[in-house]
Each structure stands twice: as structure tokens, then as C-alpha cells.
């Protein structure tokens, strides 16, 4: 594994909330860790990841059902497992968790390690993949490697998260893909409106099970730095 640790969480949001008031209320909720000296310690960077709404160009197999993607980097691996024991984050952030997102965070968050494929600028837009293995079979990075002739060998920057330690019922993924582009234009023209599932790689089309993953097409909404 690499030595970049993250925590990833696939978001929905409180059914209150309209979807267009979910970044806000996620944004103040994010600005209850600055409470928190041990979170400001453990998490070093923030990148909070709506859902793009209403773009009927977007990729065809791209999920509604969630509302956003949460990419937290660690101080280290340790940090993953100490922070959802922290007094601080127990008495601020959690009690406001349900109101913003529809259980709390810890239900949805995966630990993961990065490997970066294409080294690039973190742009605005960001098509993020769950991606579940099919039976018998495994997930690794070099199966993201033959980019030429798919749509994301136009990403400014690829990243492969390989999931790692215990996964919360009904996030059972073994992998997530960050796939940086410069607009959410620059998405639609790279896929033409052609399903997601149908333009994975060959290694990853042959071993994922696709009825199982999610992709979402996001936008940052709050970053930190």
C-alpha cells in the first residue's frame, strides 16, 4: 500500500435537505472540525465532492442516488482508526452528522490507500468510482493501466484507492477511482454520452461486478488547504 492514507465516504444526504442545500450544510458541518484539534492534526487535506445536478449530457450509468464523495487524507493509517474515538469529534461532529447526512458518517466511510496513476492537477470535476469485484475475482491497480482509446485517458489525473480493512454494510467496495477532468464539458465530451460501465478499462470491465458499483459525477464544493 502506499504510504497516502484517506478516507473515503459515499454520501446521501438527509431526505429534509433538497439536494441543491447539501453542500452548504455539509460545508458548516465541515467547519465544526476546525473545534477539533485532533482532526486538524490526523486529516491534512479535505476535498467534499457534490453531486453534479441536472446535466442530461452526463454519462450514462452515472448514479442520482447519492449526493456526494468525501476525500479526507490522513497524517497515517493509524489516524483512520483513532479519529472515530476522538472525545472532541464525538461530543462536535457527530451529534450534527444527522443533520446533513441521512445515518452517520462512520456507516459509509471506506479506508483506503492511493496510487497514482496519472500524475495531474486536482481540477474542479471529478468522476469518482465504487467499484465492487466480481466473484472469484480481484481489484488492483494495474488493471486501470491500458488507458488508450477510453474516455479516461483524457483525465488530468487518475488516482486508484485500494480499500483496505473493514467495510460497512452496503459499502462493500474494494476500490475507488478518482478521474480529474477540467469541466464537467470536458466529461461529457470524453465519454459522448456512452455508459461508464461500457468504457472501464479491459482489465477492470473483466473483474468488476458493475451491478454493484456506483459512479458519481462531482463537483468540489469545499476543499482544505
Known amino acids: 500500500m502506499s504510504a497516502q492514507w484517506k478516507m473515503i465516504y459515499l454520501a446521501k444526504r438527509n431526505p429534509a435537505l433538497a439536494p441543491e442545500d447539501f453542500p452548504q450544510a455539509w460545508r458548516g458541518h465541515s467547519a465544526l472540525g476546525r473545534q477539533c484539534r485532533n482532526v486538524q492534526d490526523k486529516v491534512r487535506a479535505v476535498r467534499q465532492c457534490s453531486r453534479v445536478l441536472d446535466r442530461p449530457d452526463l454519462p450514462r450509468g452515472a448514479s442520482a442516488g447519492y449526493d456526494g464523495v468525501n476525500l479526507l487524507s490522513l497524517r497515517d493509517r493509524q489516524a483512520a482508526d483513532d479519529i472515530w474515538n476522538d472525545p472532541e469529534t464525538l461530543a462536535i461532529m457527530r451529534p450534527d452528522e444527522p443533520r446533513v447526512f441521512s445515518t452517520y458518517v462512520r ?54 484507492n485500494g480499500v483496505a480493512g473493514e467495510r460497512p454494510p452496503g459499502y462493500e467496495y474494494d476500490a475507488v477511482v478518482e478521474a480529474w477532468f477540467a469541466s464537467v464539458d470536458a466529461v461529457a465530451a470524453a465519454f459522448g454520452g456512452t455508459s461508464v460501465w461500457a468504457c472501464l478499462p479491459g482489465g477492470v470491465s473483466e473483474r468488476t461486478d458493475a451491478a454493484r458499483s456506483v459512479c458519481l459525477l462531482t463537483h468540489v464544493t469545499h476543499r482544505r488547504p
Open 107 to 160: 456507516n459509509f466511510t471506506l479506508v483506503a490507500g492511493e496510487r497514482i496513476l496519472i500524475e495531474g492537477a486536482e481540477t474542479g470535476v471529478c468522476v469518482v468510482l465504487f467499484l465492487s469485484a466480481a466473484p472469484g475475482r480481484r481489484l488492483a491497480e494495474d488493471d486501470f493501466g491500458v488507458l488508450s482509446g477510453t474516455p479516461w485517458a483524457a483525465a488530468a489525473r487518475l488516482v486508484w
